[in-house]
C-alpha cells in the first residue's frame, strides 16, 4: 500500500513551528538559515512533498517559471539553461524550458504556449525582440529578456552589444586584420538584431571589409558554412557571435588543412567554458553567464511576486585573449 503523503501540519509538529512558519521555511522566506535547514531537515525525513495543484489553487501560482531558449544547440545557452534552472530551484521554483531550435515562427507559438500554461514568469533569449506579439504576451505575463531588449518585459538583462562588437573588431584591427567573415545565427527575416547592426556600422569606421553570413549553432552546419567561407575568397579572420559557431570554423580550418592562427584568426562572442580546451585556446568576448543567470532569476521571480517596478540590468563584455588570433602576416 503506498505510503500516505505527510501533510504540513506533521512536519510542523515535528519541528514544534507553525505550519505557517514551516512554509516559510520551505520556501526560503522570513525566517534563519538554521531554521529553513531544520525544516527541510524533518521534510526529507518525513517524505513530505508540496502538493503542486493545492498550492497553486490556493495562491493562483503554478510555481513554474518559463525559460525559452533561442536555440539549445549553442552550448553557451545550455550552459545558461542550467544555470537558470538550479537558480530558480533554490527559490522554490522550476524551470520549464522549451527550445525555439533558432525558428522565429516556433519562438512565437512556444511563448504563446508557455503562456496559456500560466507559468507564473517567462524568461527568454529572444530570436526576434522585435516580434509583434511581444508587448501583448507581455501585458498577460511576466517576461524577463536576456540578451536584446523587448518591449513590454516585466525586466531586462541586456548585453551591452556595441562595446562587444566594438572590443572584438578593434583587436582585429589592431593586428592589422581588414578583410573579416562574420559569422551569425541571426535569420535573413529578422535582420536587425543588434549585434548585426553594430558590426555593420563598426566595419565602417574602422574600413573593414566584412562578409556577414549566417551560420547555424550545430557543429555540423556551422562546419558546413564555415568550409564554404574558407574556401572561398579566404579571410584573414572570422568572427563568429557564438563560440559554438567558432568550433565549426576549427572543424573546417583542421578539414582544409588551415592552421589558427596562422592562416586565418578565428574569434568568439560569449566565452564558453569549452573554449579554455581548444588548442589554441579561442578569443572570445566574455559576457559574465553567472552574473547574467543571478540577474535573470532575481528580476523574474521578483516579477512573479508582484514586483511593479521594471529593471534593467546592462551586461558589460570583456575581451578574453588566448590563442587563436595572431597579427596578420606583414601587417
Given at each position: 500500500?503506498?505510503?500516505?503523503?505527510?501533510?504540513?501540519?506533521?512536519?510542523?509538529?515535528?519541528?514544534?513551528?507553525?505550519?505557517?512558519?514551516?512554509?516559510?521555511?520551505?520556501?526560503?522566506?522570513?525566517?534563519?538559515?538554521?531554521?529553513?535547514?531544520?525544516?527541510?531537515?524533518?521534510?526529507?525525513?518525513?517524505?513530505?512533498?508540496?502538493?503542486?495543484?493545492?498550492?497553486?489553487?490556493?495562491?493562483?501560482?503554478?510555481?513554474?517559471?518559463?525559460?525559452?531558449?533561442?536555440?539549445?544547440?549553442?552550448?553557451?545557452?545550455?550552459?545558461?539553461?542550467?544555470?537558470?534552472?538550479?537558480?530558480?530551484?533554490?527559490?522554490?521554483?522550476?524551470?520549464?524550458?522549451?527550445?525555439?531550435?533558432?525558428?522565429?515562427?516556433?519562438?512565437?507559438?512556444?511563448?504563446?504556449?508557455?503562456?496559456?500554461?500560466?507559468?507564473?514568469?517567462?524568461?527568454?533569449?529572444?530570436?526576434?525582440?522585435?516580434?509583434?506579439?511581444?508587448p501583448e504576451l507581455c501585458?498577460?505575463?511576466?517576461?524577463?529578456?536576456?540578451?536584446?531588449?523587448?518591449?513590454?518585459?516585466?525586466?531586462?538583462?541586456?548585453?551591452?552589444?556595441?562595446?562587444?562588437?566594438?572590443?572584438?573588431?578593434?583587436?582585429?584591427?589592431?593586428?592589422?586584420?581588414?578583410?573579416?567573415?562574420?559569422?551569425?545565427?541571426?535569420?535573413?527575416?529578422?535582420?536587425?538584431?543588434?549585434?548585426?547592426?553594430?558590426?555593420?556600422?563598426?566595419?565602417?569606421?574602422?574600413?573593414?571589409?566584412?562578409?556577414?553570413t549566417t551560420a547555424p549553432?550545430?557543429?555540423?552546419?556551422?562546419?558546413?558554412?564555415?568550409?564554404?567561407?574558407?574556401?572561398?575568397?579566404?579571410?584573414?579572420?572570422?568572427?563568429?557571435?557564438?563560440?559554438?559557431?567558432?568550433?565549426?570554423?576549427?572543424?573546417?580550418?583542421?578539414?582544409?588543412?588551415?592552421?589558427?592562427?596562422?592562416?586565418?584568426?578565428?574569434?568568439?562572442?560569449?566565452?564558453?567554458?569549452?573554449?579554455?580546451?581548444?588548442?589554441?585556446?579561442?578569443?572570445?568576448?566574455?559576457?559574465?553567464?553567472?552574473?547574467?543567470?543571478?540577474?535573470?532569476?532575481?528580476?523574474?521571480?521578483?516579477?512573479?511576486?508582484?514586483?511593479?517596478?521594471?529593471?534593467?540590468?546592462?551586461?558589460?563584455?570583456?575581451?578574453?585573449?588566448?590563442?587563436?588570433?595572431?597579427?596578420?602576416?606583414?601587417?
Amino acid at each position: 500500500m503506498p505510503r500516505k503523503r505527510a501533510t504540513i501540519r506533521e512536519v510542523a509538529r515535528a519541528t514544534g513551528l507553525s505550519p505557517a512558519a514551516v512554509s516559510y521555511a520551505l520556501r526560503g522566506l522570513q525566517v534563519s538559515e538554521e531554521t529553513m535547514e531544520r525544516v527541510r531537515a524533518a521534510a526529507a525525513e518525513l517524505g513530505y512533498e508540496a502538493d503542486p495543484i493545492a498550492r497553486a489553487l490556493a495562491s493562483g501560482r503554478t510555481g513554474m517559471i518559463g525559460l525559452l531558449c533561442g536555440s539549445l544547440e549553442d552550448l553557451w545557452q545550455q550552459s545558461l539553461a542550467v544555470g537558470i534552472s538550479r537558480g530558480l530551484r533554490k527559490k522554490d521554483r522550476y524551470a520549464l524550458i522549451l527550445d525555439a531550435v533558432g525558428d522565429p515562427a516556433r519562438e512565437r507559438v512556444l511563448a504563446q504556449q508557455l503562456r496559456d500554461q500560466r507559468v507564473d514568469g517567462m524568461i527568454v533569449q529572444p530570436i526576434d525582440p522585435a516580434a509583434a506579439f511581444w508587448p501583448e504576451l507581455c501585458e498577460s505575463v511576466p517576461v524577463v529578456a536576456i540578451g536584446d531588449s523587448i518591449t513590454g518585459t516585466a525586466g531586462e538583462v541586456v548585453f551591452d552589444n556595441r562595446s562587444g562588437v566594438t572590443l572584438a573588431l578593434e583587436h582585429l584591427h589592431e593586428l592589422g586584420h581588414r578583410r573579416i567573415a562574420v559569422l551569425t545565427p541571426t535569420r535573413p527575416s529578422t535582420p536587425d538584431r543588434p549585434a548585426d547592426v553594430h558590426v555593420t556600422a563598426e566595419a565602417e569606421r574602422l574600413r573593414l571589409d566584412i562578409e556577414l553570413t549566417t551560420a547555424p549553432h550545430d557543429l555540423a552546419g556551422a562546419t558546413r558554412v564555415a568550409l564554404r567561407v574558407l574556401s572561398g575568397e579566404q579571410p584573414s579572420a572570422v568572427f563568429c557571435f557564438s563560440d559554438s559557431i567558432a568550433y565549426g570554423v576549427y572543424a573546417a580550418a583542421a578539414e582544409l588543412g588551415l592552421s589558427i592562427p596562422g592562416d586565418v584568426s578565428v574569434m568568439g562572442y560569449d566565452d564558453h567554458p569549452m573554449s579554455g580546451l581548444l588548442s589554441p585556446g579561442l578569443t572570445t568576448v566574455d559576457w559574465d553567464i553567472d552574473g547574467i543567470v543571478r540577474a535573470a532569476v532575481r528580476l523574474v521571480t521578483a516579477a512573479a511576486d508582484g514586483g511593479a517596478r521594471r529593471r534593467r540590468v546592462v551586461q558589460k563584455p570583456t575581451l578574453r585573449e588566448r590563442g587563436s588570433v595572431a597579427r596578420r602576416s606583414g601587417a
